[in-house]
């Protein structure tokens, strides 16, 4: 069964950083693309960028290109998505997906909660 | 860039009824290798996102045969052919037909029970 796992929901204030993690197994993770997407409260789905885990080739929608960071470690199947300085407006839930030209299989999601 | 539109943005439907949400793109989404990476995911209350149809008209692993998909180009339907309680929640269209895949999801639109 392809599962993909997301870290526990995080509280952060601003300024603070911050790691999530999505753990895949069941397949070859190392050959499918690792989407994040960002869904803020009662808002539709945003693509942030890609990761491909087997050579780390990364492309960040121009929305998110410096405020976030992703990266992968294909040798225990884990994405990760990061920011080194949160702000409020990063409130929000987080998805990673795995796919090609589609997102076939999803995390469920890691809630992201920014206090001033 | 390629913005994905739906219509309509709420549906309002009796069970056992047909549903139909409509996707366009800004461009032509076939991509060189000649497929065209058109899906539709489905998001109930409270949970991910679930891969529904891809390519246009392929339903994914598990999904019910209600569910079909159409259309080509610029111009793309969803249709669940009798509407269950379970249906309920917002559908989405997106595309990738960029290499590296670069996802461009539509706004959603919200079904739900009459």
């Known amino acids: 069964e392809v599962q993909l796992v997301q870290s526990g929901a995080e509280v952060k204030k601003s300024g603070e950083s911050l790691k999530i993690s999505c753990k895949g197994s069941?397949?070859?993770?190392?050959?499918?693309?690792i989407a994040w997407v960002r869904q803020m409260p009662g808002k539709g789905l945003e693509w942030m960028g890609i990761?491909?885990?087997?050579?780390?080739?990364?492309r960040y929608s121009p929305s998110f290109q410096g405020q976030v960071t992703m990266s992968a470690d294909k040798s225990i199947s884990t994405a990760y998505l990061q920011w080194s300085s949160l702000k409020t407006s990063d409130t929000a839930m987080y998805y990673c997906?795995?796919?090609?030209?589609?997102?076939?299989?999803w995390g469920q999601g890691t809630l992201v909660t920014v206090s001033s | 860039d390629i913005v994905m539109t739906q219509t309509p943005l709420s549906s309002p439907v009796t069970l056992g009824q047909p549903a139909s949400i409509s996707c366009r793109s800004s461009?032509?989404?076939?991509?060189?290798?000649?497929?065209?990476?058109l899906s539709w995911l489905q998001q109930r209350p409270g949970q991910p996102p679930r891969l529904l149809i891809y390519?246009?008209?392929n339903r994914f692993s598990g999904v019910p045969d209600r569910f079909s998909g159409s259309g080509a180009g610029t111009d793309f339907t969803l249709k669940i052919s009798r509407v269950e309680s379970e249906d309920v929640g917002v559908y989405y269209c997106?595309?990738?037909?960029?290499?590296?895949?670069?996802?461009?999801f539509g706004q959603g639109t919200k079904v739900e029970i009459k």
């Open positions: 997906a795995a796919g090609n030209y589609q997102p076939d299989f």
């Open positions: 069941g397949y070859n993770f190392p050959s499918r693309w």
């Open positions: 990761i491909y885990p087997s050579d780390s080739d990364t």
């Open positions: 461009q032509s989404l076939v991509h060189s290798d000649g497929n065209t990476y």
């Open positions: 390519k246009i008209s």
């Open positions: 997106m595309q990738a037909t960029q290499f590296p895949p670069i996802y461009t």
